[in-house]
């Protein structure tokens, strides 16, 4: 019996080897969305610019990333060989969740710590770069460098300028935005290894992650638009976790 116990508590080499692989997924995930995101962005933006645009997604590909550790353990029956020796599913798929979680905390931290990672896409609004000023003595577009003479012929001006318009994030919402990311991805990392592993309730699941999605959006947007406080948005997210962690905890 002490024998069997210590199996199941113990951190072996095949815990380290699958934490490893959900690491490398969950980066393997987010190099692609940043790549994916500055191939098909406006252009003239900085990577810290890109990389607030990929980060969002980091509980997505940390679920991938639980994903693709636990895929093959099921896949070659290792998850009936060690339920065999005394490991329950919630100890089996530990090491996964703790390594694609490992990633998805420190992009929440790079977001709530670093100022360069732009969090505006977290908060949009409709908003433009100013359009035709007047100036000495002319209407003068700066974003796309024409000037209007009093004759009204358009010719090119000297004034001009690329940057794009600034959105401005409200109080407090660099830090709702890593905490909404951070639980996200922890119900998203759970939810993974259940399906995975359990198999039923994906319905459920799905539905959850659904509500729990559009419910973020719409208080994101809420805030962006100054109608609510930005430590409102996560709110879903912490459901979601609650959620995720109850059905977790069902597993044998």
């Known amino acids: 019996m002490h024998r069997l116990k210590t199996s199941r508590t113990t951190v072996s080499r095949w815990d380290v080897l699958v934490l490893a692989r959900a690491v490398g997924g969950t980066i393997l995930g987010l190099v692609l969305v940043a790549l994916v995101t500055a191939a098909s962005d406006e252009g003239g933006l900085s990577w810290p610019e890109r990389a607030g645009r990929a980060l969002p997604l980091s509980p997505f590909c940390a679920a991938l990333g639980v994903w693709g550790a636990l895929g093959p353990v099921k896949a070659r029956g290792e998850a009936l060989a060690l339920a065999a020796l005394g490991r329950t ?3 089996i798929s530990a090491a996964a969740i703790s390594g694609a979680l490992l990633v998805c905390l420190a992009s929440c931290v790079a977001i709530a710590a670093i100022p360069s990672v732009d969090v505006a896409s977290f908060y949009p609004i409709a908003s433009r770069a100013a359009s035709w000023q007047w100036k000495d003595g002319a ?4 974003v796309h460098g024409l000037s209007m003479r ?3 012929a358009l010719t090119e001006s000297s004034l001009r300028t690329s940057e794009p318009a600034r959105v ?3 109080a407090r919402g660099r830090v709702s935005a890593a905490l909404a990311t951070a639980l996200a991805g922890v119900a998203l990392a759970l939810l993974s290894a ?3 592993l359990h198999g039923r309730g994906r319905t459920a699941d799905g539905l ?3 509500l729990a999605a559009v419910a973020t959006v ?3 947007q809420a805030a962006a638009a100054r109608r609510s406080p930005a430590l409102l948005a996560p709110l879903p997210a912490l459901a979601l976790t609650a959620f995720a962690a109850r059905r977790f905890r069902q597993l044998a």
């Open 89 to 91: 599913a919630r100890q």
């Open 139 to 142: 209407f003068v577009d700066p």
């Open 150 to 152: 009093a004759d009204g």
């Open 168 to 170: 401005a994030v409200p």
């Open 194 to 196: 259940r399906a995975l």
């Open 208 to 210: 959850a992650c659904a």
């Open 218 to 220: 719409v208080l994101f």
